[in-house]
């Protein structure tokens, strides 16, 4: 994992087409090669990356976010997370978002992974952290956010994934790969 953000970007990336330019990300057209020797347009969002956070009030509890979505015209059960926009270290990006969504503080934060959002169309790295040690504070929501805490036990976290009450692909994958994480073994032990 990059401590610092998303690697440069490809050549084809870097110099495609640009089509339009956002106040957080890119589409650039480029050119996909095809399986018989032929060229076909693929338009990408290239965006900054973003991180997660696996927000652990204490072992059996964690700290989701209801977020109204516009995108989908509905409130959403998410983990906090947000767009690296500033040049600042992974952690350091991840820590702020808590705060900012949530109002807690981490006394630790570890990385935890990273995976690609939607890499069909999209160029977004996504960062996993666990936030452990945890002090309440105030939100402090950008403004037009509406976001409201909400502590759950770590089991009922995990059910809410398997029955679709959590339909947020971020917050599925980081609740399933930390209940995976500890659930397993530590290394070298039984």
Not at 15 to 27: I, P, Q
Not at 72 to 89: F, K, M, N, S
Not at 172 to 183: E, F, N, P
């Amino acid at each position: 994992m990059n401590a610092h953000g998303p690697a440069p970007l490809p050549e084809d990336l870097a110099t495609g087409e640009l089509l339009l330019t956002a106040r957080r990300f890119r589409v650039v057209r480029v050119q996909e090669p095809c399986g018989d020797g032929s060229l076909r347009d693929r338009d990408v969002v290239v965006h900054p990356g973003s991180v997660v956070v696996v927000p652990l009030v204490s072992p059996a509890e964690v700290c989701l976010i209801e977020v109204e979505r516009v995108a989908v015209g509905r409130t959403l059960i998410e983990l906090p997370a947000g767009t690296l926009d500033r040049d600042e270290p992974l952690a350091t990006a991840a820590a702020r978002e808590l705060a900012e969504e949530t109002g807690y503080r981490a006394g630790r934060i570890e990385a935890a992974g990273e995976f690609w959002m939607s890499p069909g169309i999209l160029r977004e790295r996504m960062h996993l952290f666990v936030a452990h040690d945890l002090v309440a504070g105030p939100q402090a929501l950008e403004p037009g956010e509406r976001i409201r805490p909400l502590v759950v036990a770590w089991s009922e976290a995990v059910a809410m994934c398997r029955d679709g009450r959590i339909e947020d692909a971020k917050t599925i994958a980081g609740i399933l790969v930390t209940d995976a994480r500890r659930r397993a073994p530590p290394p070298g032990g039984r």
